[in-house]
Structure formats: C-alpha cells, structure tokens
C-alpha cells in the first residue's frame, strides 16, 4: 500500500493528452514539493518534473505538473508512443519520521 | 554530466550481507546529498535510505532501519549500502540517486540483488 494514491494505468491515442492524479496528505503532498519520474523497469528513472511544476533542462513543455491542497498532477500532451513508461509521483513526507514517499505508479499505454 | 554506476548486486542467502557501491563522476560529489532506492520484481519504485552532503544527517526506510547501513566516502565520490540480515523481500533492483533542489536529479542504471536459498 503506497503512501500516496496514483490511478494503475491511463491510456490515450497519439497526439492526445493524458493526466495522472497522486493524492496524499498534509505531512506529504501538502508540506512538501512534488516530483514526477518516468520509469522503464531495468532502466534510469528519468526525472520529469520537480518543485511541483518544474521541468528540468531536456524535458520537452509537453510534459507539466501542477500542485493543489494535498494533490498534484502530471499531464502529458502530444502524446507520443516513446511515453510509454511508467510514471511515479514523490515527494517527502515530514510528518512522525522523514521518509521519501512514492506514489504506486502508473502505467501510461498509447493505444 | 553527472554519471552514477552501482555495483556489488548479486545472489545472496537469506539471513546473508551484500555491500553495494555507487561509483559517482561529472559533478562535486561531496557537495551533494544522495540515496539509495530499490524496485522489488513487479513492484513500484521504494525509496530506502538518504545521507547528507557530509553524512551527518542519515534516514532510512522502516523497512530497512536497523539492517541497512548508509555511508559515503567523499575521497572517493563513492556511495554505500551495506545490507545484513537480507531477506527474500530485499530482492530488487537497486538505484542510487543524486539529491538537487528537493528532488532526485540524475539516477544510476541500478544493480541487481536477489535473496535466496
């Protein structure tokens, strides 16, 4: 069971938009920035946003997060099939003891 | 640019050790904050443990408080993770992850860890 909420799995055809919800709490999502990693099993995961809503060099403006009360959300447009992959929502969690937390991933597919 | 190459992986008893290493390069590795996480077959991403630029500052995963042991040697731009008391749901892919502005910047291709009889 993962400290934060994410749908298992999403899909959409190429060239649409996609979103990915991560619902936690006040000592998690609520007190600290979130972050969205894309992950191919057996390979890096890549980080694609941090600080919320922030991208770093390399990431393409296709990719946007965004922060609200104890939820946040990625969303993907332009989809392409190298979207293919994974995605996890993380953040820490200050509440009794600090701990890095994740979301249980989700699985984007390109129909 | 920042590179990060784990090693030590391999099979292991139950009850066994394995120490991993995570060789760093292309940025100031004693200026930054690192961790390890893992992902067990068919699981999701875990985060296990976190140092600080100079290892004063350490956390840990409940999972692997008391049997995981975190630490850095700065000289070396070099990561550890010494593992004792290894079980079969220690068995994962591990990464190690360069620490930036609240967030896990640049990740190393992970090493293999498999506990069994």
């Known amino acids: 069971q993962s400290v934060l909420t994410q749908p298992p799995s999403v899909s959409a055809a190429p060239g649409q938009r996609v979103s990915i919800s991560c619902s936690g709490s006040r000592s998690n999502i609520g007190d600290n920035h979130v972050s969205w990693y894309q992950h191919l099993p057996g390979t890096a995961p890549k980080l694609l946003i941090y600080?919320?809503?922030q991208r770093p060099s390399g990431i393409p403006d296709r990719f946007s997060g965004s922060k609200s009360g104890t939820s946040a959300t990625l969303a993907i447009t332009g989809l392409q099939t190298g979207d293919e992959a994974d995605y996890y929502c993380g953040t820490w969690d200050t509440g009794l003891s600090v701990l890095y937390v994740f979301g249980g991933g989700t699985k984007v597919t390109v129909l | 640019q920042p590179k990060l190459v784990e090693s030590g992986g391999g099979l292991v008893e139950p009850g066994g050790s394995l120490r991993l290493s995570c060789a760093a390069s292309g940025f100031p590795f004693s200026e930054h904050y690192m961790s390890w996480f893992r992902q067990a077959p068919g699981k999701g991403l875990e985060w296990v443990s976190y140092?600080?630029?100079?290892?004063?500052?350490?956390y840990y995963a409940d999972s692997v408080k008391g049997r995981f042991t975190i630490s850095r040697d700065n000289a070396k731009k070099s990561l550890f993770l010494q593992m004792h008391s290894l079980r079969a749901d220690d068995s994962a892919v591990y990464y190690c992850?360069?620490?930036?502005?609240?967030?896990?910047?640049?990740w190393g291709q992970g090493t293999l860890v498999t506990v069994s009889s």
């Open positions: 992850a360069k620490y930036d502005y609240g967030s896990f910047f640049d």
């Open positions: 140092i600080s630029a100079s290892g004063n500052t350490i």
């Open positions: 600080d919320n809503n």
